[in-house]
């Protein structure tokens, strides 16, 4: 018998990406900013939306979809920190948040009143980097206890990512991490990478952190930014 | 490993077009698989086998092809193959390139020996 080949020509997650691009449409209707943050388990995703949430309250609403495998530790720590509008998904042993899960959780969120939405995802720098989420960008976070090699490691993750977070900066010296190394291991997969390089820790360069937040939700309601 | 998730994608994406063009049986699957997406064909050949067993895909095989890094430089224009993912344009040390390929999963073909193949 003569095997036919059929050409399909299909995106294998172009579900996802469809419903991802919902999500988009939708959360640029409210001028929400939307950022979908990475990184390896403990890096430190949630200490830095702690942070963030209590020192920009007064000034925006934020909201956090908090993703984990098991356990709502993330999603409790971030509503004591004051963020009022704190979601969890549990994916229950997926190692990736992907467009519907986020889609069912937004449902339950009151967009009318949100500026910016953190969506947290998995501590995992491999699974989550395929799967668009309908964010404005991905920001990735590394930090100083890791290996300065990482974006090296993880080039589909630095390469998707227009933001990187170097988390930990009060600990350099006491590892092997040189931070101008890291710098340019990330540059070399992605040239257009903007760098924050902090301590959650200390507080230590969040304020450029902050700063720049402020901005994007200042630019994205169409206001100029407050001097 | 996400391999797992996109071969269950693969797979609902081939069982609706089966059912669109009323096709029993497959031999093949093929797909198109970026460097830079990190998966690891073993691992997606694996998982494809797994969840295709007692289903109509349990007799086709998966005929991953995996594509390398290619970028275009914003700067000078040129092409070029991007190894071991340093993007650097090597004709003019730009770091600003447009990847053309090398991102991408793609299912590209499907194969068949049913007599009837619609095209729905």
């Keep these: 018998m003569m095997t036919q080949r059929v050409n399909i020509d299909k995106k294998v997650l172009s579900e996802n990406d469809r419903l991802a691009a919902e999500i988009r449409s939708q959360l640029a209707r409210k001028k929400i900013v939307t950022l979908n943050l990475v990184s390896s388990p403990g890096s430190g995703k ?98 100083t206890t890791e290996g300065d090699d990482k974006p090296l490691k993880y080039p589909g993750m630095f390469r998707r990512s227009s933001t990187m977070v170097i988390n930990k900066v009060d600990l350099l010296g006491t590892s092997d991490f040189e931070l101008s190394r890291a710098r340019e291991n990330a540059l070399q997969i992605n040239g257009s990478l903007k760098v924050f390089e902090v301590s959650c820790r200390s507080g230590e360069g969040l304020d450029k952190w902050y700063a720049w937040l402020g901005k994007l939700v200042s630019d994205k309601k169409g206001v100029s930014a407050p001097e | 490993m996400h391999e797992l998730g996109i071969a269950d994608s693969i797979v609902k994406t081939v069982l609706k077009e089966m059912e669109q063009r009323k096709l029993k049986h497959l031999q093949a699957v093929g797909v198109r698989v970026g ?14 086998q797994a969840i295709t067993n007692g289903t109509p895909l349990s007799s086709a095989r998966l005929k991953i092809e995996q594509v390398p890094l290619r970028a275009k430089c914003r700067a000078c224009g040129k092409e070029a193959e991007i190894e071991q993912f340093l993007f650097v344009c090597p004709h003019c040390e730009n770091r600003d ?4 390929q090398g991102d991408e999963l793609h299912i590209d073909y499907i194969e068949t020996s049913d007599p009837e193949v619609g095209h729905g």
């Design chain 1, 46 to 143: 949630t200490s830095l939306l702690e942070k963030t949430l209590a020192a920009l309250k007064k000034e925006l609403s934020i909201a956090v979809i908090a993703g984990d495998v098991q356990t709502q530790n993330d999603a409790v720590r971030l509503e004591k920190a004051g963020g009022p509008i704190v979601r969890p998904i549990i994916t229950g042993g997926a190692c990736h948040l992907d467009a519907r899960m986020v889609s069912r959780v937004l449902a339950e969120l009151p967009l009318d009143e949100v500026d910016l939405l953190f969506i947290e995802n998995v501590g995992n720098l491999v699974c989550p980097s395929s799967y668009d989420l309908g964010e404005d960008m991905k920001v990735v976070l590394i930090s």
């Design chain 2, 97 to 100: 390139l447009e990847i053309i």
């Design chain 2, 35 to 48: 460097v830079l997406t990190d998966v690891v064909p073993e691992a997606l050949e694996f998982s494809f």
